[in-house]
């Protein structure tokens, strides 16, 4: 068991509660029973300090004395402290996606060979390339366009025409930006839009979209020029 702090900030003020890190991670993301996660029984503004919120604070800001409304609140809308060990664990199997995926999808153009996952991996280091810990779909074209300045590289990929209804576009719009090459905003608020994505990550990309767009967006795909 790993305890650390969740906190958030709000209205000004600051409120922390004990955690069990893995816990917390978990509940954050799915949710759950509150009190397997919750360590503390009090919120504290400075948990070095010891010191503890006053009730007026978290009637203004929560609306409640109940601690674990409170801690639900914390953690999901706060963040959880993560250990510098476990965020190097998080970097490096990050790291290990992105090399794995470039291995499968992309090829020397000069050759039309793919790279070894070994040469890959010294061609991140040598750029200087910070693999972030998100989604791999929304960082493999600015690490592809970075390592192309070291390492002859290049992912095959798909150009799609998709078509979104204008209730879904704001969701969808930060699913698609990062592919788009054209956009055009019609009268009715719907949206057309041209993007291009690597193949391999063709499936993941329909998956979310559909679920976004609940299936309604439409797609049709197009040569690539």
Request: hydrophobic content about 35%; overall charge negative; charged content about 35%.
């Amino acid at each position: 068991m790993t305890n650390v702090l969740a906190r958030l900030k709000t209205k000004g003020k600051n409120f922390e509660v004990l955690v069990d890190l893995d816990k917390a991670l978990e509940f954050k993301k799915n949710g759950g029973d509150i009190s397997q996660v919750l360590l503390s029984d009090e919120v504290v503004s400075d948990v070095k300090k010891g010191l503890r919120v006053p009730d007026e604070d978290l009637e203004e800001c929560f609306g409640t004395l109940d601690l674990n409304t409170i801690a639900e609140k914390i953690i999901k809308q706060g963040e959880v402290q993560l250990p510098a060990e476990y965020k190097n664990k998080e970097r490096g199997e990050k790291v290990k996606q992105v090399i794995d995926f470039l291995t499968k999808n992309a090829v020397d153009p000069q050759t039309d060979k793919p790279h070894t996952s070994s040469r890959i991996e010294q061609s991140l280091q040598q750029a200087g390339i910070n693999v972030e810990n998100k989604p791999i779909d929304q960082q493999i074209k600015k690490i592809v366009e970075k390592l192309q300045e070291i390492l002859p590289i290049k992912i095959e990929t798909k150009k799609l025409s998709i078509k979104i209804p204008a209730q879904h576009t704001g969701k969808a719009y930060g699913l698609i930006n990062e592919y788009k090459e054209k956009e055009e905003w019609l009268d009715n608020g719907d949206l057309s839009i041209l993007v291009k994505i690597p193949s391999g990550l063709q499936m993941e990309f329909y998956d979310k979209l559909n679920s976004i767009t609940h299936g309604s967006a439409i797609v049709e795909e197009k040569k690539n020029e």
